[in-house]
């Protein structure tokens, strides 16, 4: 008896398009379904929730920028006589050069997964949402440990990140654990022109987190019977200490050194280019499917020297 080839398909291999069977012409994602993927990406990450996130239009954008016109502008002046040419002030021009680079992410899937999952109404969103809790990860990690020198891996190698893109201002705490002295270093460490800034926050690893927590809990006042009582948030002069799991532990030395970051974190951008694509394909001798996403990104400081780095903090 002739066999229909058709017919011999199983169901869930056509029910297995759900995952792509809203994208665009050319297998690109539409606007909408591409805030949504960098939703998924941002959520739940201590610094990918506050870093500026945005998107590119070309493969490559300048944003130009304003930097400074200096410590002073105003000075005395003198009925019908110019500013002398010490006394004229002129702004820093300079801009922020993001070149995205493709990424690549593979995910191979047996046939009987499908068998589970296809038929249920969310495997769609099931499959994005698995693919997020991992990328989301991966995007924090380049933030923070990009280094076009020294990366861990070659996706780390992509960029500089936000150890190794601060070199401007730097304080070396000398192999020392977090203490409120470190604290007051790194802060006076700020170029004067840029401590008002809004949003200053700082930023280090779990075990200089808890060695600073310990010295405010230790104390006789009130301020160390909080933290005895489990004070949710750390501050110091009324600026956040975040605890965050991927910054380095194994800098300096000995291998056990952190860093301290002071800065605000909007300036700080990772950019994705728009034509993300997700693509899907049935590999009929090895029975496995296998969903891809491409991408383009970027990173940069948007302007570096308004950001600080302390370095020789215990870290493990």
């Known amino acids: 008896m002739t066999e229909n080839r058709n017919l011999r398909t199983p169901v869930y291999v056509t029910k297995a398009d759900m995952a792509v069977a809203d994208l665009a012409a050319g297998g690109a994602l539409v606007r909408d379904q591409l805030k949504k993927f960098l939703l998924i990406q941002i959520v739940g990450q201590v610094l990918m929730q ?11 954008q300048e944003i130009p920028k304003m930097t400074t016109f200096g410590n002073q502008v105003w000075y005395p002046g003198t009925e019908s006589q110019a500013l002398t040419l010490a006394e004229r002030s002129q702004p820093g021009f300079d801009q922020v050069i993001l070149t995205s680079t493709e990424i690549v992410c593979q995910v191979d899937f047996p046939r009987y997964v499908l068998k589970a999952q296809v038929e249920g109404a969310n495997f769609k969103n099931t499959m994005i949402g698995y693919l997020g809790l991992h990328t989301k990860r991966d995007f924090e990690n380049l933030v923070i440990n990009g280094d076009t020198v020294g990366g861990a891996t070659t996706f780390l190698q992509l960029f500089n990140g936000i150890v190794a893109g601060t070199t401007t201002n730097t304080y070396a705490a000398g192999a020392v654990a977090l203490s409120s002295d470190v604290m007051r270093n790194t802060r006076l460490t700020m170029p004067q022109e840029f401590k008002s800034q809004q949003n200053l926050e700082y930023y280090t690893n779990d075990v200089a987190w808890a060695a600073l927590d310990d010295e405010y809990a230790a104390r006789g006042t009130p301020l160390g019977d909080t933290h005895q009582s489990k004070m949710p948030t750390l501050y110091y002069k009324g600026k956040p200490v975040h605890e965050v799991d991927l910054f380095p532990s194994t800098l300096g030395v000995g291998g056990n ?24 394909e049935y590999n009929i001798r090895e029975r496995v499917w ?15 020297p308004m950001a600080v780095q302390s370095t020789g903090v215990v870290g493990t």
């Open 50 to 60: 506050r870093i500026r996130v945005t998107t590119m239009s070309r493969e490559q």
């Open 290 to 304: 296998t969903v891809v996403l491409t991408a383009r990104v970027a990173q940069a400081f948007e302007h570096e």
């Open 257 to 280: 050194e952190t860093v301290v970051q002071y800065m605000n974190p909007k300036n700080f951008i990772l950019a994705f280019h728009e034509n993300v694509e997700m693509q899907s």
